[in-house]
């Protein structure tokens, strides 16, 4: 069975500052797929990125970014320029190439301050 | 596209009584997720359909829960009787295969159930 694992259960960082959260997973396959995702407190599940395991190239989408340690089974996400909007719980989730379902880890919740 | 639309957005209910709640997932998408969010148990899947057939329903929790796909644009998952442990958000997602890509999960608004 597939793990994922979020180990800071809250984060905070200052407005333009730089924060990164983690991620750590457990699987035997080979093709996979992991993903970020964000929910505010309107509580709508937003995806923030995608990285497909094949794929050595971090992903990247405006200010997030991933640091994708296929080796170290490890998934993190870099906020650049954090904004209060980014306010949110941050779900890391994982997919097989075989199966449908997502598996989540048990979020970060990440406070961007003033 | 209107995305995922679910509803309603919030229920209270007595325990006792049936709920259902509703899902329309985006056009073209072949694949739809009822997932189950807590405190306690974070986010759980609940069972998925691929072309309107049920796949995995692994994760309902009893045989209070059922859910239907009767066709490509509508779902339901029908909880009877309610009890207060199943309150949380019900969150329903779609999205599509590719020649066995694994597409990405879009999720609707949720909705908020709480039994008194």
């Known amino acids: 069975a597939q793990t994922v694992t979020q180990s800071q259960p809250e984060m905070s960082v200052q407005e333009a500052e730089t924060v990164t959260l983690s991620c750590t997973y457990d699987t035997s396959e080979s093709n996979y797929y992991l993903f970020w995702y964000k929910q505010p407190p309107s509580r709508q599940m937003i995806l923030v990125i995608r990285?497909?395991?094949?794929?050595?190239q971090n992903a990247t989408e405006n200010r997030f970014s991933v640091n994708f340690q296929k080796a170290a089974k490890s998934f993190s996400l870099k906020i650049s320029d954090s904004q209060l909007g980014d306010t949110a719980m941050y779900f890391c989730a994982f997919a097989t190439g075989t199966a449908s379902k997502l598996t989540f880890g048990t979020g970060t919740r990440l406070q961007v301050t003033l | 596209d209107a995305g995922v639309i679910q509803s309603p957005r919030h229920e209270v209910t007595e325990m006792g009584q049936e709920v259902t709640l509703r899902c329309k997932p985006i056009?073209?998408?072949?694949?739809l997720f009822w997932y189950r969010q807590t405190m306690m148990r974070g986010l759980e899947l609940l069972i998925y359909?691929?072309?309107?057939?049920?796949?995995?329903d692994s994760g309902m929790p009893e045989d209070r829960f059922s859910a239907k796909m009767p066709n490509a644009s509508f779902s339901t998952l029908k909880i009877q009787p309610s009890e207060p442990r199943d309150s949380a958000v019900y969150f329903c997602?779609?999205?599509?295969?590719?020649?066995?890509?694994?597409?990405?999960?879009?999720f609707g608004p949720g909705t908020r159930l709480l039994v008194l």
């Open positions: 997602a779609s999205s599509r295969s590719l020649a066995g890509a694994r597409e990405t999960q879009y």
């Open positions: 990285q497909e395991a094949y794929k050595q």
């Open positions: 359909f691929n072309n309107n057939v049920p796949i995995d």
């Open positions: 056009s073209g998408h072949d694949y």
